[in-house]
């Protein structure tokens, strides 16, 4: 099961970043202990710098109580909040990404907008980033378009069940770069929880509810 904004992504890098190791409460606790412990007995630790010390250490266990108290709030708007997630299910909705899943021959529906008119070259990546299908779509207007791929590679070979993605190289008329934002679009059929983080289940696909940018009544078939 593919969850958005996990796994390869066309174009983009993501650097990591360290964690930063933070002075806790029992990190703090156990400083002022060994402190007094290795204190030099002809020379006591100062009673005004200690009781300055034992201050700190009061400040430091409320704002643990405020920090406890605060994620306990988080905690419950979030399930309130997670609740509305069903009302997804049976609807169709569109998020901001570039990737396509085919399944049993069949392709969920995607997108993508041009900011000007232009001369649309779509190119289709498998997992692996290797191109299987460039698709001249001609010139098209400024707005929304659907993908235009028949799901067969350059060979005229229809491609396997998987995850594909698409990039656009869009030109004007003279020759310059078109900006361009890719969709994917399709409907949910059911809400499932990693963890305690809610995902919507589109095909074979997780997408995180705040990935959402629009929502409509699915089609009933006649």
Known sequence: ?????IGPTYGETSPYTRPEKKLGRDEFLNLLITQLKHQNPLKPLDSGEFAAQ???FSSLEQLFGVNETLADIQESLSVRENGNVLDYIGKVVKTNNNMIFIKDGQMDSSAYTLEGRASVTIFIYNYEGVEVRRVYAGWKD???????WDGRDNNGDMVGDGIYGFELDARDEDGLVVPYNTYHSG??????YQGSIPYLMIGNKLVAPENIIEVRKAVSAQ
Do not use: N, S
């Not at 099961?1 to 904004?5: Q, V």
């Not at 409907?187 to 499932?192: A, H, L």
């Open 1 to 5: 099961m593919l969850i958005e904004g």
């Open 54 to 56: 034992l201050a700190q």
């Open 142 to 148: 400024a707005g929304e378009h659907d993908l235009a």
């Open 187 to 192: 409907e949910v059929t059911g809400v499932t």
